[in-house]
């Protein structure tokens, strides 16, 4: 088992910044890929950013490359996403998951997910 805890969302304005954070503990050896993805209100969870935990490859949905940024810290087991120059598109329900596919943005493929993040972005 992996347990995964998001943390970092909140409302922020138009145009600012946000780095949200997921811890992973238990069994983190049979992960390749740490993912995010987000779920509006009425719409379905979409594909955000993915990293692969060993080498760091990463690998980003066109809507927020160039904005957004994954990235890992393996001595902390903890992946990051950090956002900038944000909308209120970007008004989500953000999770974190990981799975053995490498940096796939088909969320069938994690096994694993957090509990998510709400981020909010006024306008």
């Known amino acids: 088992q992996v347990q995964l805890v998001e943390s970092g969302g909140r409302l922020v304005q138009a145009g600012g910044s946000l780095r949200l954070s997921c811890a992973a503990s238990g069994r983190t050896f049979n992960r390749n890929t740490m993912g995010w993805f987000r779920q509006a209100p009425g719409k379905e969870r979409e594909f955000v950013a993915a990293i692969s935990w060993s080498g760091g490859m990463t690998y980003y949905a066109g809507s927020v490359k160039g904005r957004f940024t994954v990235s890992r810290d393996t001595a902390k087991n903890t992946v990051y996403l950090q956002m900038n120059s944000l909308t209120p598109e970007d008004t989500a329900v953000y999770y974190c998951?990981?799975?053995?596919?490498?940096?796939?943005?088909?969320?069938?493929?994690?096994?694993?997910w957090g509990q998510g993040t709400q981020v909010t972005v006024s306008s």
């Open positions: 998951a990981a799975g053995s596919s490498l940096l796939s943005s088909n969320s069938t493929l994690y096994d694993y």
